[in-house]
């Protein structure tokens, strides 16, 4: 590459004021520290606080800025981070007649790079924290293949470049003068920049290949998962290139300061396994035990970074590689997530922007002088990029997967990011390549990223499959026919009230029932906990290696274990677990497919808020709320909102249930749910359905007269089952079953009545969102906190009606017509069976079925 481009301001300082036939010097006064204040003429400017706050603002606001213009692009953040430092460098604004001078003098540079680097040096010790080499070493047969694959060839397509442009154009000295120093700093960039360049193609941004497929809802996917799994590998190969490319940079010195700073490497990696891990690990297991992290602990984990930076650093390797190696000691579990979400968001927020505009700083597009040179590298940096497409597409067909899943995870692979712009710093810093090559690179890198992202959209998003199965709802005409559940879990103390629910409703092996356990984990940059999409069942050796376990996983290992242990005690059913992770603003996508995917006629979700000690409710997570709104607008069948107040508590021999009906179609499958708990000899059940005396229904006639036929459709095959149960034709029935029926004037002979069947000491209520009586809940509504549970259901759950009872809420699925698909399948409009005639008001039972045994 050529080299006459002009050194950046900070080596324009440093080469000046170091030289020995210098005839002046920059100094520093050491009261322009701080100012006295504009009212006594000083220039904010003239002072490096006030420099150095004003700088940070302007890199923050412009990065901030780039990115909500490219937001429509949907392209990653890294993109307006490079264009953001792009914008600040000498190729735009610096051209402006002195912005430079006055936004980023030189006198500034030695603080900002150093700020910037602190930025970094954390970081990097977050990335760390989220890699376990456990998982690289879990990783499977495949895995390793196409990590392997869409590595050594862009590799061996970097060296050769390098090794090609330096014999071409001997010049890619970083500003050499004598001859002699020249000749010595060609044969060491013949060594270390062909590494450094093949190390820059050959890397993956893990963070922002996991953001990617997160989006693209990949995680649960062959392609994301092999291209997580590869990307861990590929950035572990990039790291190794790294460091050796370092070490070569010493040959310039001899062949020993080379061999020390490889030593040095290696120690820093020991001693980080051998003395900081053991240490950080018993702390993980008092965690484990109840103790909790203190301040004091995350002070010395964080001094320890910076120890380590400082030893990295001083053995010849570099800062970050030692702050890397720290950070993939400490376990990533509650320790780990403790002291990222310490510095985690100063540092990318605030710091890392710093790093980003001190590269464009020296991206400079006057610097390409030589146009062979530069052309060069483009072509080398493309033709990378399609051979990891090439060979990622070679290693899926030797396994015999499909070519778009080939070529998928190659463009997934392709993904750029901060290790990148890593490696080209160091390389730039080291002299190792100039500043045309880093110019050109960094172009290259976010270009390659810009292109990827557009070609994931189109070859990788998978389009929205139409799903055809015909169950939908609870109500079905089969009785014996298999019921499948989605049961969605955000932690692991949901699980226990899904569990009682699912086994209230499950009447023995009469009907068998297939769940579905889905994991729900936010992704908000957390991107190890992809690592948990389609993992494994839970190994017996668990419990001794839980402290190497990152939070999430050690969450979806007991989630796993504990619907794995409900289907090896309860006759008929099947369990199985699963992951979703997602931000919480599209995570009803994964929600809505797996629940087509697994042909589910119901959907549990757990409710936003949780019980305290007092009895009152706690928010969860203020996102939860509007993604059970939207699963409610979006499901393919029908809805349930677990209201929890301790229905795990609740003993299997003996759980009160109350299902109110009101009429209408939540409330059917309502009465749908009863007839399934009719079977369960553990249920004592009360069935209490209310009618509005002097009412009227609500639109035409003969809706009204089609609602009231389906209403009383249900509650007649209710009364059935229920009296076939109790004559010994169904097999063993219940504990009791009761039905009630309740006129009321208003909603608050209503109330009276719901509090009359409280006081007998329920467990659960059951209610649909949507009652059938409009004008007794019309001015509920006006009040409603949780609009998703509908007016009944938040009566039910505030604390205002003070009751222990857990609720849970119905919609019910609504079908596109009422003919159509019902038709064919002898339901109603509401998947209510349409055999035989209904019966008319007068035929129902009314009163009681007593206690039977």
Avoid at 355 to 374: E, N, V, W, Y
Avoid at 589 to 614: G, M, N, Q
Avoid at 662 to 673: H, I, K, N, Q, S
Wanted: aromatic residues 8%.
């Amino acid at each position: 590459m050529a080299a006459t481009a002009v050194a950046d301001p900070l080596a324009e300082l440093w080469n000046h004021t170091m030289s020995a036939g210098r005839s002046d010097l920059f100094c520093f006064d050491p009261r322009k520290i701080t100012m006295t204040g504009i009212w006594t003429g000083d220039n904010p400017l003239d002072f490096s606080l006030p420099l150095l706050l004003f700088q940070i603002i302007l890199v923050t606001a412009t990065t901030r800025a780039v990115a909500l213009l490219l937001a429509p692009l949907r392209l990653p953040r890294y993109i307006a981070e490079i264009l953001g430092g792009f914008l600040l460098g000498p190729s735009v604004l610096g051209r402006v007649p002195h912005f430079s001078d006055i936004a980023f003098p030189v006198r500034s540079i030695f603080i900002l790079e150093s700020m910037s680097l602190i930025g970094l040096v954390y970081y990097t010790f977050t990335i760390g924290v989220e890699i376990e080499l456990h998982t690289v070493l879990r990783a499977g047969f495949r895995s390793f293949w196409f990590a392997a694959a869409s590595a050594l060839p862009p590799f061996l397509v970097g060296a050769v470049t390098g090794y090609v442009a330096l014999s071409s154009a001997g010049d890619e000295d970083g500003g050499g003068t004598t001859t002699a120093a020249k000749a010595g700093q060609q044969f060491l960039n013949r060594l270390s920049f062909p590494v450094f360049l093949g190390a820059t193609f050959c890397s993956t941004a893990f963070s922002v290949l996991a953001r990617n497929i997160a989006e693209l809802k990949l995680a649960g996917t062959d392609v994301g998962q092999l291209s997580i799994s590869a990307s861990l590998i590929n950035d572990t190969f990039a790291w190794a290139g790294l460091t050796i490319a370092t070490a070569l940079a010493h040959v310039r010195y001899g062949i020993v300061p080379c061999l020390w700073t490889l030593v040095s490497g290696v120690l820093i990696v020991s001693a980080s396994y051998l003395v900081v891990r053991p240490m950080l690990v018993r702390l993980a297991r008092r965690v484990a035990e109840g103790e909790v992290v203190s301040e004091a602990h995350e002070c010395w984990v964080l001094v320890g970074v910076l120890v380590a930076a400082l030893v990295a650093d001083s053995g010849g390797t570099h800062a970050i590689f030692g702050a890397f190696v720290f950070g993939l000691a400490v376990p990533n579990g509650p320790v780990g997530v403790a002291i990222v979400e310490k510095v985690e968001d100063f540092v990318v927020g605030t710091l890392l922007p710093l790093f980003f505009a001190m590269s464009g700083l020296r991206t400079d597009t006057a610097k390409i002088t030589s146009t062979p040179a530069a052309v060069l590298l483009m072509v080398a940096a493309l033709a990378a990029a399609i051979l990891k497409v090439a060979a990622a597409v070679g290693v899926a067909a030797v396994f015999g997967m499909p070519l778009l899943d080939g070529t998928s995870i190659g463009l997934l692979l392709n993904t750029k990011g901060i290790i990148e712009l890593i490696i080209l710093n160091i390389g730039r810093n080291k002299r190792i390549m100039s500043d045309q090559s880093f110019t050109v690179l960094v172009f290259m890198s976010a270009l390659i990223t810009a292109l990827v992202t557009p070609l994931l959209a189109l070859v990788v998003k998978p389009a929205r499959r139409l799903v055809f199965y015909k169950r939908r709802t609870i109500a079905w005409p089969q009785p014996d026919a298999e019921f499948h559940v989605l049961a969605c879990v955000h932690m692991p103390r949901d699980v226990p009230a899904l569990l009682t629910l699912l086994d209230v409703a499950s009447p023995s092996d009469r009907s068998p029932v297939a769940v579905q356990a889905l994991h729900l984990i936010e992704f908000a940059g957390r991107s190890s906990a992809l690592l948990l999409i389609n993992a494994s069942a839970p190994s017996s050796s668990f419990e001794h290696s839980a402290h190497r376990r990152s939070q999430v996983e050690l969450q979806f290992k007991h989630i796993a274990h504990a619907f794995m242990a409900y289907e090896e005690n309860v006759a008929g059913v099947s369990a199985r677990t699963m992951a979703a992770v997602s931000p919480y603003t599209t995570m009803h996508d994964d929600v809505t497919s797996a629940a087509e995917e697994r042909h589910s006629a119901l959907i549990l979700l757990p409710f936003h808020k949780h019980r305290l000690v007092d009895g009152g409710m706690e928010v969860f997570h203020p996102a939860i709320q509007p993604l059970n709104q939207s699963i409610q607008r979006f499901s393919p069948c029908t809805v349930g909102i677990l209201v929890d107040r301790g229905l795990g508590g609740v003993a299997g021999a003996g759980c009160r249930v109350a299902a109110l009906f009101f009429g209408g179609r939540d409330d059917r499958e309502v009465a749908a749910l009863a007839i399934r708990m009719v079977y369960n000899p553990a249920v004592d059940l009360t069935l209490l359905r209310f009618a509005q005396k002097g009412g009227s229904f609500t639109g035409t006639e003969f809706d009204a007269l089609k609602e009231r036929k389906a209403d009383d459709g249900i509650l007649r095959e209710f009364l059935d089952r229920a009296n076939s149960v109790s004559a010994g034709g169904g097999g063993g029935g219940g504990a009791g079953v009761e039905y009630r029926e309740r006129g009321v004037f208003n909603a608050s002979e209503m109330v009276a009545q719901i509090r009359e069947v409280e006081a007998l000491g329920k467990d659960l209520f059951v209610v649909g969102k949507v009652p059938g009586l409009p004008a007794l809940t019309a001015g509920m509504a006006e009040w409603s906190e949780c609009p998703e549970l509908g007016p009944i259901g938040d009566l039910l759950s505030s604390r205002d009606f003070q009751t222990t009872a857990s609720v849970l809420v119905v919609q019910s699925y609504a079908r596109p017509s009422a003919g159509g698909i019902s038709a064919e399948l002898g339901l109603g409009g509401d998947g209510v069976p349409t055999a035989g005639r209904p019966p008319r008001p007068d035929q129902i039972r009314r009163g009681s079925l007593g206690n039977r045994s």
